[in-house]
Structures are given as C-alpha cells and as structure tokens.
C-alpha cells in the first residue's frame, strides 16, 4: 500500500498561485496512476486532475482546465499540482490519491484505493 503525503497548501489571493506536491512511500511510485481530489465545506468530494504512471496522460475537471496543470516526477516519487489563476471558487481541501488501475476516463473517487491526508487551500477575494 502506497503512502501518500501532501504540501504546499496555503492562503492566496484571488489571481495568485500555489503548487501542491504530493509524495509517496512504500511502493513502486510506476505502480500507481495519479490523481487529485478536492472537497469543499459541505461538498462533495470532487475530482480535479489525473495523470497516467508515466505521466503521458493527463485529464482535468472541466472547472480547473487551463488553470491547472498536474505533472509527476518519477525519480522523485511525486506528483504535482500547479495552480494558476485561482479564484475563490477553487477554496478546498486538496487530496492527492493513487490507483493501480489503469485510468483512461474522467476518473471518480472510487477508483482511487490510497488517499493523503490533504492540505487546505483557501483564496481570498
């Protein structure tokens, strides 16, 4: 089971940006797809962003597309979220998660069987 811890969170003004990185332990980083999730204050939890194992594929929530940018290092056993142009909007806990399936699709929370533990985010108007 893969161990996936999150940073970079933070407080930014609306326009600004922030990039979350999120690394993983105790298994083969190859192994795993990538993705992003974010939950709002009485929202449901909500994909963001995914990224194949060798990074070649990468899917956006239709919200973030042009705005983020997810991207992974395999030498580094990270993934990574740019930021740009938040808005207020974007205010969330911020997961990072991993799955062995090979995900082609829009993926769901479900597919996703290790999850970090998250790092707030919160823009500012």
């Known amino acids: 089971q893969v161990q996936l811890v999150e940073s970079g969170g933070g407080l930014v003004q609306a326009g600004g940006s922030l990039r979350l990185s999120c690394a993983a332990s105790?298994?083969?980083?190859?192994?795993?797809?990538m993705g992003w999730f974010r939950q709002a204050p009485g929202k449901e939890r909500e994909f963001v962003a995914a990224?194949?194992?060798?990074?070649?594929?990468?899917r956006y929530a239709d919200s973030v597309k042009g705005r983020f940018t997810i991207s992974r290092g395999n030498a580094k056993n990270t993934v990574y979220l740019q930021m740009n142009s938040l808005k207020p909007e974007d205010t969330a806990v911020y997961y990072c998660?991993?799955?062995?399936?090979?995900?082609?699709?829009?993926?769901?929370?479900?597919?996703?069987?290790?999850w970090g533990q998250g790092t707030q985010v919160t823009v500012s108007s």
């Open positions: 990224i194949n194992w060798a990074g070649g594929s990468t």
């Open positions: 998660a991993a799955t062995t399936q090979r995900t082609v699709a829009i993926p769901t929370k479900a597919d996703f069987g290790s």
């Open positions: 105790g298994s083969t980083f190859i192994n795993y797809d």
